[in-house]
């Protein structure tokens, strides 16, 4: 039997229940009083007494057969409520299930059942922008893999044949090509261990600034190559951080070519440090500023996702597999830290990151 059927069932018992003693309440009250009305002096049961008798009783089955019927079509109103839209949601469940993922239900109330309609329609936007963002990723991914395997397979063809000899500048070009693809498999794997919480940290002692400095000096010759300006605003006295240092290093990394990536020639870098307190936690904070287009509206709460990649065909021009901020991320969330992003007044997108300053006062 169906849950409509069992609803509308229980719902008619308990209302044809409740009219039954309501009317058998009422009977026994006429009862009582017309009993003490016979007691009066010279008053005896007639036959305007009988056909009083009577026509209450009509009267209380008639109430009582219309209340049923009432009770009845009101029962299954209610069930049929309360089991659309369930079966709907069921029906959305199934279509998932075979794949169709990112449909919607019609959400017709804000009760709970409501509510459980629009947390499902959620669920199924983001099942569907997943799956999306796998897939690019994965059309991504297998095209960085191609370009170096392509070159490595053609110079090695090329050398196997006797087109080419075998020279150092060749062989270096095809060593650079072999660290590319073991940097994007190392970043991979990094990530993924991330995400499940497991990611190794070789924790020590070190000073924000001079991570960034040294992260800076290294980028001089492509600022340069992109005609960019690198500024700093650096705190003083700040804490040292406990922390893994190539992590660190490597957000660091990661944050400064993104901005270099989207700034136009001409434009300018700013690198700032401080502290923060934010949900009466102390915070390191560090902020990578530049003078590019922004980020679109629709991207900001995404940016740092897995495989998230917001202008694809920008993305596509500027190069990237769309794991560099995923990386800050989740390095940032194994040192209890967090990463945002938010676009400038004056244009130009601000990324910031902050680590928990806690106990370092110790390391200064």
Same mark, same amino acid.
């Given at each position: 039997?169906?849950?409509?059927?069992?609803?509308?069932?229980?719902?008619?018992?308990?209302?044809?229940?409740?009219?039954?003693?309501?009317?058998?309440?009422?009977?026994?009250?006429?009862?009582?009083?017309?009993?003490?009305?016979?007691?009066?002096?010279?008053?005896?049961?007639?036959?305007?007494?009988?056909?009083?008798?009577?026509?209450?009783?009509?009267?209380?089955?008639?109430?009582?057969?219309?209340?049923?019927?009432?009770?009845?079509?009101?029962?299954?109103?209610?069930?049929?409520?309360?089991?659309?839209?369930?079966?709907?949601?069921?029906?959305?469940?199934?279509?998932?299930?075979?794949?169709?993922?990112?449909?919607?239900?019609?959400?017709?109330?804000?009760?709970?059942?409501?509510?459980?309609?629009?947390?499902?329609?959620?669920?199924?936007?983001?099942?569907?922008?997943?799956?999306?963002?796998?897939?690019?990723?994965? =059309? %991504?991914?297998?095209?960085? @893999?191609?370009?170096? /395997?392509?070159?490595? #397979?053609?110079? &090695? !063809?090329?050398?196997?044949?006797?087109?080419?000899?075998?020279?150092?500048?060749?062989?270096?070009?095809?060593?650079?090509?072999?660290?590319?693809?073991?940097?994007?498999?190392?970043?991979?794997?990094?990530?993924?261990?991330?995400?499940?919480?497991?990611?190794?940290?070789?924790?020590?002692? =070190? %000073?924000?600034?001079?991570? @960034?400095?040294?992260? /800076?000096?290294?980028? #001089?010759?492509? &600022? !340069?190559?992109?005609?960019?300006?690198?500024?700093?605003?650096?705190?003083?006295?700040?804490?040292?951080?406990?922390?893994?240092?190539?992590?660190?290093?490597?957000?660091?990394?990661?944050?400064?070519?993104?901005?270099?990536?989207?700034?136009?020639?001409?434009?300018?870098?700013?690198?700032?440090?401080?502290?923060?307190?934010?949900?009466?936690?102390?915070?390191?904070?560090?902020?990578?500023?530049?003078?590019?287009?922004?980020?679109?509206?629709?991207?900001?709460?995404?940016?740092?996702?897995?495989?998230?990649?917001?202008?694809?065909?920008?993305?596509?021009?500027?190069?990237?597999?769309?794991?560099?901020?995923?990386?800050?991320?989740?390095?940032?969330?194994?040192?209890?830290?967090?990463?945002?992003?938010?676009?400038?007044?004056?244009?130009?997108?601000?990324?910031?990151?902050?680590?928990?300053?806690?106990?370092?006062?110790?390391?200064?």
């Amino acid at each position: 039997m169906s849950l409509r059927y069992r609803i509308a069932g229980l719902t008619f018992l308990l209302i044809t229940a409740t009219v039954c003693c309501l009317l058998w309440l009422a009977n026994l009250q006429m009862h009582n009083l017309f009993a003490a009305y016979l007691q009066m002096p010279r008053m005896d049961m007639g036959q305007n007494e009988m056909s009083f008798l009577h026509s209450v009783h009509e009267s209380l089955i008639w109430v009582g057969a219309l209340f049923i019927i009432l009770g009845f079509i009101a029962s299954l109103l209610l069930a049929r409520s309360i089991t659309r839209p369930l079966q709907a949601l069921a029906q959305g469940t199934e279509a998932i299930r075979q794949g169709r993922l990112g449909i919607q239900v019609e959400v017709a109330s804000a009760d709970e059942i409501g509510q459980l309609a629009q947390t499902f329609n959620n669920m199924s936007r983001q099942l569907a922008q997943v799956e999306e963002l796998r897939r690019r990723f994965l =059309a %991504d991914t297998a095209h960085e @893999l191609r370009t170096p /395997l392509a070159i490595l #397979q053609g110079n &090695l !063809e090329n050398m196997l044949a006797g087109v080419s000899a075998p020279g150092m500048e060749r062989l270096f070009s095809m060593q650079e090509e072999v660290q590319r693809l073991t940097r994007l498999v190392e970043n991979l794997r990094d990530l993924s261990l991330a995400r499940m919480h497991q990611l190794p940290l070789n924790k020590q002692w =070190a %000073d924000m600034n001079q991570l @960034l400095m040294r992260a /800076l000096d290294m980028f #001089q010759p492509l &600022l !340069e190559e992109h005609d960019l300006a690198a500024a700093t605003e650096l705190a003083k006295d700040l804490p040292q951080l406990y922390v893994d240092s190539d992590r660190i290093n490597q957000v660091l990394y990661n944050l400064i070519s993104n901005a270099i990536r989207y700034s136009p020639a001409g434009g300018k870098i700013t690198l700032r440090t401080g502290r923060q307190s934010r949900q009466g936690c102390s915070w390191l904070v560090v902020e990578v500023t530049d003078t590019g287009t922004g980020i679109r509206e629709e991207d900001l709460p995404y940016l740092f996702d897995y495989f998230y990649r917001g202008d694809e065909a920008r993305s596509r021009e500027t190069g990237g597999t769309g794991i560099g901020l995923s990386l800050v991320k989740y390095y940032c969330e194994a040192h209890g830290g967090w990463a945002e992003a938010h676009n400038n007044e004056a244009g130009g997108a601000s990324f910031s990151i902050g680590l928990p300053v806690g106990t370092a006062e110790k390391g200064k």
